[in-house]
Nanobody, 127 residues
Framework: DVQLVESGGASVQGGSTLRLACVASGYRFRSHCIGWFRQGSGKEREGVAAISMYDDAIFYNDSVKGRFTISRDNTKNSAYLQMNNLQPEDSAMYYC????????????????????WGQGTQVTVSS
């Protein structure tokens, strides 16, 4: 079975930096696209960023462009979300997701594109 475990969430003040990590097991990590999603209280889950299998395509939600960076280290079966200049509106549960299919620009931000999900890590940003 595919397993994804997120870590790195915390409660921080506005302007702070966090780095989320997603460690995968149970499948060939290199052959899967990775997406980061978030869901704030009372809000729908939204795509934050995604990276293709071969790092040749990276996508970001407009709200995080220039502040967040997605990356992956296939030697460690891990993906990361570097989050700089965090704002209160970034507060949410953050989820890592994976799938062997490539969603591309059109589908990367859809939750239905990904069949494997982690349990999430909470990020809370105070003003």
């Amino acid at each position: 079975d595919v397993q994804l475990v997120e870590s790195g969430g915390a409660s921080v003040q506005g302007g702070s930096t966090l780095r989320l990590a997603c460690v995968a097991s149970g499948y060939r990590f290199r052959s899967h696209c990775i997406g980061w999603f978030r869901q704030g209280s009372g809000k729908e889950r939204e795509g934050v960023a995604a990276i293709s299998m071969y790092d040749d395509a990276i996508f970001y939600n407009d709200s995080v462009k220039g502040r967040f960076t997605i990356s992956r280290d296939n030697t460690k079966n891990s993906a990361y979300l570097q989050m700089n200049n965090l704002q209160p509106e970034d507060s949410a549960m953050y989820y890592c997701a994976a799938d062997s299919r490539y969603g591309g620009e059109r589908y990367w931000s859809l939750a239905s594109t990904y069949r494997s999900w982690g349990q999430g890590t909470q990020v809370t940003v105070s003003s």
